[in-house]
């Protein structure tokens, strides 16, 4: 038996710690703001804090029950390699909002209320910030809280339903039920702005960490922009042949991937050396490759 190579065990550790930290954010959001002002969101979260506000029942439970029966169609369907860090994922998570809301307690062990009284619209943008940070950094480890993904995940594979619209479907059914709950319409927008909020953070947390650009060089001086481009930058450069259809002459235009801090300084030194090139700069998602992320494959 082949022994793991030393480089995909330290990334497999470093995926699982990063995706420990992000659980910790969400727990930590749930239980310090949204539960104690009776906020909801989508999710079996979602789901698992309705039945709490209207039964009792710890939310951690019903949030494993509900995860153990998903993710037992999830293996037969999906197969196992969906499973192993989604199961890692629902196990810690139940842990921590379970250890999280017993200790988030007053003195009447009731969930504790951090920012006072009539606080819940602040309670919902802060802990919405926590859970859509925790979420972050789960996904950019290649993590995942199970619930609505994998439900989307199933029904992707059988009908023309995209992962993003079935989850969106999910949380909105999801949400709008609490009014039966409270019946205040107010509690359904505050899920909403919740939904949101952690939606907007989600995918700037993704997004930000893969923000890169593209460029399209063209210039006379294009090999000493390449060599000074590769030295500066340490980027690739590739060097393709044109022809200007105005012109009707042969040129060579360099195409660079780079971060998008590095924008500024490719942009000087192309003035530096060739103030009349012309530059075309577009933003990527999801470069791959050396030198940026490394591919992931679930």
């Known amino acids: 038996m082949n022994k793991p190579d030393k480089s995909v065990v330290i990334r497999e550790l470093k995926d699982y710690t990063f995706i420990t930290l992000g659980l910790i954010s969400y727990a930590l959001g749930w239980a310090a703001f949204l539960i104690p002002y009776q906020i909801t969101t989508g999710g ?40 192993i860090k989604t199961t ?23 969930p504790l209320q951090l920012l006072g009284d009539g606080q ?64 205040d319409w107010r509690r359904v927008i505050f899920g909403f702005v919740t939904l949101f909020i952690i939606s907007f953070v989600l995918d700037w947390i993704v997004n930000s960490a893969r923000q890169s650009v593209q460029f399209f060089i063209f210039s006379k001086d294009h090999e000493k922009i ?26 060579k235009v360099l195409v660079v991937l780079a971060k998008k801090s590095q924008s500024l300084q490719i942009f000087r030194l192309v003035k530096d050396i060739d103030p009349d090139a012309f530059i075309s700069q577009s933003s990527v998602i999801g470069v791959y490759g050396e030198g940026f992320d490394r591919l992931k494959i679930k």
């Open 44 to 83: 079996t979260t979602g789901i698992s804090a309705i039945i709490y506000y209207s039964t009792g029942f710890p939310i951690q439970w019903s949030y494993f029950i509900i995860n153990a029966v998903l993710m037992t169609f999830a293996i037969r369907i999906l197969g196992p390699m969906f499973s």
């Open 88 to 110: 890692y994922a629902i196990f810690v998570l139940t842990f921590l909002l379970w250890f999280f809301q017993l200790i988030m307690v007053d003195e009447m062990d009731k």
């Open 120 to 183: 819940d619209f602040m309670a919902c943008i802060i802990g919405a910030i926590m859970c859509g940070i925790g979420l972050g950094i789960a996904f950019n480890n290649n993590g995942s809280t199970g619930g609505t993904d994998i439900i989307a995940a199933i029904v992707n594979k059988y009908r023309d339903v995209t992962l993003g619209r079935m989850i969106m479907y999910c949380d909105i059914i999801i949400i709008t039920s609490c009014y039966f709950i409270f019946n």
């Open 226 to 251: 390449a060599d000074r481009i590769i030295v500066e930058t340490h980027r690739g450069v590739t060097v393709l042949p044109g022809t200007g259809w105005y012109s009707k002459q042969d040129v």
